[in-house]
C-alpha cells in the first residue's frame, strides 16, 4: 500500500498549457505540503494544507494553484505553464500537532515544460 | 530567516568506511530536525528524526546527533556499504504547527565496493 501517491510520474506539457497534478494519502493526516525540488536538486515548500484549509503559501506565482476536496487530497494545477516550471513536485503529508511530525513524502511528479 | 547548508556537497568511499555527513542551520528556534535519503529518481524517506531536546538518534548503522545551541546536525554512517549510495537531505522544522520542512541542498554520497 502506498502511503503518499502522485499522479502522473512524469508529466511532458508544452509552453502555455493547464495542467494538474493529484497527491492522495491514505495515511489519516491532517496536513498536506506540496514541495518544488529544481534543477540543482534544491527542495523548497510551496503550499501547506491543514484540514483543506491553506496555513502556508510560499512565494509561488498565482498560477500555481492548489486545492484540497478533502483531508486526504491535496491537487496543485497549473496555468499558462513556462519553461522554468520544469522541475521534481513532491507531495508530502504528516499529523499536525503530535510530537514526532515526521513527513512521508510521494515518489514525486517530474514536469517537463517544452 | 533559516537557511539549512550541508557539506559536503558530494562524497565518494570504499565500501567499510565509516563517514560523517554534517547539517548547519542559522536559526536554532528549531522544532526538530530530520535526516533524509532520496534515491535518484526516487522520493524521499525518513531515516532519522531528532526532536530539538534531544542530542542523538540511532537506527542500526546510522546516528544522528543535534547541537542546537550551535546549529549542528551530523549524520553518522558506520561500515558503509554500496546500498547507502544516495543523496542524504538534512531539514528543520522551525514549529509544529502547520510549518514545512526546510531543507539544505544534499550531500551526494557514493560508496563504491
Known amino acids: 500500500d502506498t502511503a503518499v501517491s502522485q499522479t502522473p510520474k512524469y508529466l511532458v506539457t508544452q509552453m502555455g498549457n493547464d495542467k494538474s497534478i493529484k497527491c492522495e494519502q491514505n495515511l489519516g493526516h491532517d496536513t498536506m505540503y506540496w514541495y518544488k525540488q529544481d534543477s540543482k536538486k534544491f527542495l523548497k515548500i510551496m503550499f501547506s494544507y491543514n484540514n483543506k484549509e491553506l496555513i502556508i503559501n510560499e512565494t509561488v506565482p498565482n498560477r500555481f494553484s492548489p486545492k484540497s476536496p478533502d483531508k486526504a487530497h491535496l491537487n496543485l494545477h497549473i496555468n499558462s505553464l513556462e519553461l522554468g516550471d520544469s522541475a521534481v513536485y513532491f507531495c508530502?503529508?504528516?499529523?499536525?500537532?503530535?510530537?514526532?511530525?515526521?513527513?512521508?513524502f510521494g515518489a514525486g511528479t517530474r514536469l517537463s515544460v517544452l | 530567516k533559516q537557511e539549512v547548508t550541508q557539506i559536503p556537497a558530494a562524497l565518494s568511499v570504499p565500501e567499510g568506511e565509516n563517514l560523517v555527513l554534517n547539517c548547519s542551520f542559522t536559526?536554532?528556534?528549531?522544532?526538530?530536525l530530520q535526516w533524509f535519503r532520496q534515491d535518484p529518481g526516487k522520493g524521499l524517506t525518513s531515516l532519522l528524526l531528532?526532536?530539538?531536546?534531544?542530542r542523538e538518534q540511532t537506527s542500526g548503522r546510522l546516528n544522528a546527533s543535534l547541537d542546537k545551541s550551535s546549529g549542528r546536525s551530523t549524520l553518522y554512517i558506520a561500515a558503509s556499504q554500496p546500498g547507502d549510495s544516495a543523496t542524504y537531505l538534512c531539514a528543520v522544522l522551525i514549529n509544529q504547527a502547520g510549518t514545512a520542512l526546510i531543507f539544505g541542498k544534499g550531500t551526494t554520497l557514493s560508496v563504491s565496493s
Open positions: 508530502a503529508s504528516s499529523f499536525e500537532g503530535v510530537a514526532k511530525n515526521i513527513q512521508y
Open positions: 531528532i526532536q530539538s531536546s534531544q
Open positions: 536559526d536554532s528556534a528549531i522544532y526538530n
